[in-house]
């Protein structure tokens, strides 16, 4: 269970990444063309409707919800608790105010050119579509954008950065933007769910 598509996106690339470099990580990639997991995006703003909407089906889940920024935060927290509650069920929530914040300034650079800084609690989908946008000669200056339009570019960007920027990745990368191996910590969960 995760908020959106572009969450899936961003799993299966890392953990294909991860795969490569340690086989007992599993490829959410490969599981998921097997048949042997679903993703089911829940779509963001609606995460204590999904913590027992799956229950009757008895499966594993694994639920993975972005920090965000406070209130939203200990409303997924509650949510996470109450899927930790039932059996052969897990729910986390990222250290970091979500998954572009795992990803690294210079696979950012290698995708476009550009140096994107930002930290675990920036939104970082919006720092590239500004930084985007400003490397485009002769626009109108990104603050005179109406809110839609920034918008419709952090949106833009933010599958680019889940797909395109994560295959920029590196192992060394990773060891830098996530240092306590959270990301890894998420496909052990995942392994010993189904395992179970």
């Not at 990444?17 to 829940?42: C, K, T, W, Y």
């Not at 204590?48 to 920024?69: K, T, V």
């Not at 002769?138 to 603050?143: H, L, R, S, T, Y």
């Amino acid at each position: 269970m995760v908020e959106g598509t572009n969450d899936i996106e961003f799993l299966r690339r890392i953990s294909l990444l991860l795969h490569a470099d340690d086989e007992s990580l599993p490829n959410l990639a490969e599981m998921e063309q097997r048949g042997e997991l679903i993703f089911v995006p829940f779509g963001g703003g609606h995460v204590r409707a999904w913590s027992n909407r799956l229950a009757p089906l008895q499966r594993a889940e694994f639920h993975l919800y972005d920090h965000e920024l406070p209130p939203e935060t200990e409303i997924r927290r509650q949510a996470a608790e109450t899927v930790n509650r039932r059996s052969r069920c897990q729910a986390v929530l990222t250290n970091k105010r979500c998954l572009e914040n795992y990803l690294h300034p210079d696979a950012i650079l290698a995708a476009s050119g550009i140096r994107v800084d930002f930290d675990d609690f920036d939104c970082v989908a919006e720092i590239a579509a500004r930084k985007l946008y400003q490397q485009r000669p002769g626009e109108i200056p990104w603050q005179l954008q109406a809110r839609r339009s920034q918008s419709r570019m952090a949106n833009r960007a933010k599958r680019w950065l889940n797909t395109t920027v994560v295959e920029q990745m590196t192992r060394d990368m990773l060891r830098e933007s996530d240092p306590n191996d959270e990301i890894q910590s998420w496909l052990l969960a995942i392994k010993d769910l189904l395992a179970a």
